[in-house]
């Protein structure tokens, strides 16, 4: 079933009771105005048959030999008929009409001396039809009044009165559809704050809102959104002070762990095994404190000092030769510039590498281009790619093993991705992945362009 | 590498663990738990550089920093705890000529103790090389000395080595991250405060307003140049 939305109801409702309304006034007035109209053409007609039966009357008093003329003079309404009924025959003036069409109900009072009054259709034209009896030899005086204007104008009326039903209907739509818009303004933005706290702008509130419907909506908000600003807050302040209380025994553990390794040979099976997984352990922890500890400093704000003009695909080519292997690099002419921390975009280019390293098989081509404004950078990899469902999961903390392909002796800290996406958003970017056109994944970068 | 290291921590599972590795890396440790200690340490005995945790109790790293560099240009490698910019700065500001963060490894303080100890003041051929023209600053590469208007600037191997090689290129750009390599010597990666804060010594000490220099000239979002006419 359709729903409609909240503020198309509000607008149909308001187009039906204009609707409503409209067409009972639309109603009442037709049935005054055409009862009236056609009141006063059947008493003119009426009176005019009168006066010319007593014209008829007169001519057949001083003889018949003008009746063919009068009636002919009489009948000079157009389309009008005046029918003579004198001595079983039927005198006809006007337009021709058989008398055979003449119903016995308007024909019958008259021969009594009464006289009638009937609406008919005759030859496709409506007419008012009175019919009087004529003292003088017995007659019967019919007349055929058309209605024809009358009808136009009653069609007029009719085509009016529904005209202006259905305009105040559409009228009362796009009022509803006005009011409930102003009357929503401040659910629409309520919505906008919503998805704002939703993106992670904690400090997204709610106008004060002066309406006492709407005050406590407003409130209830505001406080909430503030109580989970603290919170959030209040986590990644603890997992920062933890992080930062672990390094010191974890330089400690590093070291010590150190000159384990570099006596290995001096140490019997078991021990050398030992020593063995607990540098890969430590390692591994290592890189995680250290990740961690970037991401809890992002979660305090970027300092602008450190942000700088930075030429990106120079940043790109210092950063991948720094690693073992050769990826080509693309970067488009003139080089693009960015206004970013230096440090923050070498991190956000290394995990990429890294991640194409760990899930890929290696990246196997990097590209830096404009776009629309924006610079961008894409790292393909030619690995078995990211499912479409998981493609926003990888870039949350710890979606380690989320992937498919990953690999069991994987020592990344489950971060890399995130720290990326952190980094990038902190810079007003953008970060996601996509299929790479011949198979794999590519990561796209994109940060707003500093002019040259 | 057989080179006289002093550090300075105050954890002391810290010192020994990484006074063990750094012995392994070939290093002769001296050690200390605080500044006075180190200040003291250093009175009675020369070491070719120090490692310098920042939070010390008592007189912190970087006082004994600042003592340190007015003495003379004994290399000095900062740890810090935090990676925070103002904190790295600040320790690099006082003088320090490299950093390091915890939790840091003794084979990645070792390369840099090398790099640090290779940047040499002097060259090979003793006093008499050519020398270089900065404006009213004169540069003796062989000597290690820089002059401006006849009187000698103090500075430390790292400020030296980063004139002479902006100087050397006469007027064409050098990257960052060529500076980078070609002054600290080891695999560049991460971070150009290092570079942007010795940049800013050394303007300090070698123009006459660094506020707006002319020796040593800024290129956005490339690198550093020696102004030509200066």
């Known amino acids: 079933m359709l729903r409609l939305s909240l503020r198309w109801r509000v607008a149909v409702a308001f187009g039906l009771s204009s609707l409503v309304v409209s067409s009972l006034f639309a109603v009442a007035t037709w049935h005054l105005a055409s009862s009236y109209m056609l009141r006063q053409r059947e008493q003119s007609v009426t009176a005019q048959a009168a006066a010319n039966v007593r014209l008829v009357e007169g001519t057949l008093r001083v003889g018949s030999e003008g009746l063919t003329e009068l009636l002919t003079g009489l009948a000079g309404e157009p389309r009008s008929t005046i029918l003579f009924h004198r001595e079983e025959n039927w005198i006809t003036s006007g337009r021709q009409v058989d008398p055979a069409v003449l119903p016995a109900q308007l024909l019958t009072p008259a021969r009594e001396g009464t006289p009638a009054r009937q609406r008919l259709v005759v030859g496709n034209v409506p007419v008012l039809a009175v019919a009087l009896p004529v003292a003088a030899e017995d007659g019967i005086y019919v007349q055929l009044s058309p209605l024809v204007e009358l009808d136009r104008?009653?069609?007029?009326?009719?085509?009016?009165?529904?005209?202006?039903?259905?305009?105040?209907?559409?009228?009362?739509?796009?009022?509803?559809?006005?009011?409930?818009?102003?009357?929503?303004?401040?659910?629409?933005?309520?919505?906008?704050?919503?998805?704002?706290?939703?993106?992670?702008?904690?400090?997204?509130?709610?106008?004060?809102?002066?309406?006492?419907?709407?005050?406590?909506?407003?409130?209830?908000?505001?406080?909430?959104?503030?109580?989970?600003?603290?919170?959030?807050?209040?986590?990644?302040?603890?997992?920062?002070?933890?992080?930062?209380?672990?390094?010191?025994?974890?330089?400690?553990?590093?070291?010590?762990?150190?000159?384990?390794?570099?006596?290995?040979?001096?140490?019997?099976?078991?021990?050398?095994?030992?020593?063995?997984?607990?540098?890969?352990?430590?390692?591994?922890?290592?890189?995680?404190?250290?990740?961690?500890?970037?991401?809890?400093?992002?979660?305090?704000?970027?300092?602008?000092?450190?942000?700088?003009?930075?030429?990106?695909?120079?940043?790109?080519?210092?950063?991948?030769?720094?690693?073992?292997?050769?990826?080509?690099?693309?970067?488009?002419?003139?080089?693009?510039?960015?206004?970013?921390?230096?440090?923050?975009?070498?991190?956000?280019?290394?995990?990429?590498?890294?991640?194409?390293?760990?899930?890929?098989?290696?990246?196997?081509?990097?590209?830096?281009?404009?776009?629309?404004?924006?610079?961008?950078?894409?790292?393909?990899?030619?690995?078995?790619?990211?499912?479409?469902?998981?493609?926003?999961?990888?870039?949350?903390?710890?979606?380690?093993?989320?992937?498919?392909?990953?690999?069991?002796?994987?020592?990344?800290?489950?971060?890399?991705?995130?720290?990326?996406?952190?980094?990038?958003s902190a810079h007003g970017g953008a970060v996601w992945v996509q299929d790479r056109p011949s198979a794999g994944a590519r990561f796209v970068v994109e940060l707003p362009e500093l002019p040259r | 590498m057989e080179a006289r290291v002093l550090l300075v921590e105050d954890d002391e599972r810290i010192r020994q663990a990484l006074g063990l590795a750094l012995a392994d890396e070939g290093c002769e440790v001296v050690e200390a738990a605080s500044g006075e200690e180190a200040l003291e340490q250093l009175g009675s005995t020369t070491v070719d550089v120090v490692l310098l945790d920042l939070m010390l109790p008592g007189v912190d790293g970087l006082t004994v920093c600042r003592t340190l560099r007015s003495h003379g240009d004994l290399p000095i490698i900062i740890i810090t705890a935090r990676s925070d910019t103002a904190d790295v700065i600040s320790g690099l500001e006082a003088g320090a000529d490299d950093y390091v963060t915890k939790p840091l490894v003794a084979s990645e303080l070792a390369a840099r103790i090398r790099a640090l100890l290779r940047r040499r003041r002097f060259g090979s051929e003793g006093s008499g090389g050519p020398r270089l023209r900065l404006g009213e600053v004169e540069i003796r590469p062989d000597d290690g000395v820089v002059c401006r208007d006849d009187n000698e600037v103090d500075l430390t191997r790292t400020e030296f080595r980063l004139l002479v090689e902006l100087a050397v290129a006469d007027g064409r750009v050098v990257t960052r991250e060529e500076l980078l390599q070609r002054v600290w010597g080891y695999d560049y990666f991460g971070d150009t405060r290092l570079l942007d804060v010795h940049i800013r010594r050394l303007r300090r000490k070698i123009e006459a307003n660094p506020n707006e220099p002319a020796l040593v000239l800024t290129v956005r979002g490339v690198g550093y140049k020696v102004g030509k006419k200066a």
Request: glycine share 6%; with cysteine; charged share 25%.
């Open chain 1, 153 to 424: 104008s009653f069609r007029f009326l009719s085509r009016l009165l529904i005209a202006g039903t259905a305009l105040s209907a559409l009228v009362g739509v796009a009022l509803g559809w006005r009011t409930s818009r102003r009357a929503l303004r401040p659910l629409t933005a309520l919505t906008a704050a919503a998805a704002r706290v939703a993106q992670g702008d904690l400090q997204a509130r709610l106008p004060e809102q002066s309406d006492p419907d709407l005050a406590p909506l407003a409130v209830t908000f505001n406080a909430t959104a503030s109580a989970l600003e603290q919170r959030v807050r209040r986590d990644a302040r603890f997992a920062g002070d933890v992080s930062h209380e672990l390094r010191s025994p974890l330089t400690t553990m590093v070291n010590a762990s150190e000159v384990l390794q570099r006596r290995r040979g001096e140490l019997s099976a078991t021990a050398r095994k030992a020593a063995d997984l607990l540098a890969y352990e430590v390692q591994r922890f290592r890189h995680m404190v250290v990740d961690l500890l970037e991401i809890s400093r992002l979660d305090q704000d970027v300092d602008d000092q450190a942000l700088e003009a930075v030429n990106l695909g120079e940043l790109v080519r210092n950063v991948a030769a720094s690693r073992p292997g050769d990826v080509p690099i693309d970067v488009e002419q003139p080089p693009p510039l960015v206004l970013a921390d230096r440090r923050r975009l070498d991190r956000v280019v290394a995990n990429l590498l890294d991640n194409a390293e760990r899930h890929g098989g290696g990246p196997v081509r990097i590209a830096v281009s404009r776009r629309n404004g924006c610079v961008r950078l894409e790292v393909d990899d030619a690995g078995p790619g990211v499912p479409v469902q998981l493609r926003e999961r990888v870039f949350e903390r710890f979606a380690r093993g989320a992937r498919a392909g990953h690999r069991s002796d994987d020592d990344g800290s489950g971060l890399g991705l995130a720290v990326v996406a952190q980094h990038v």
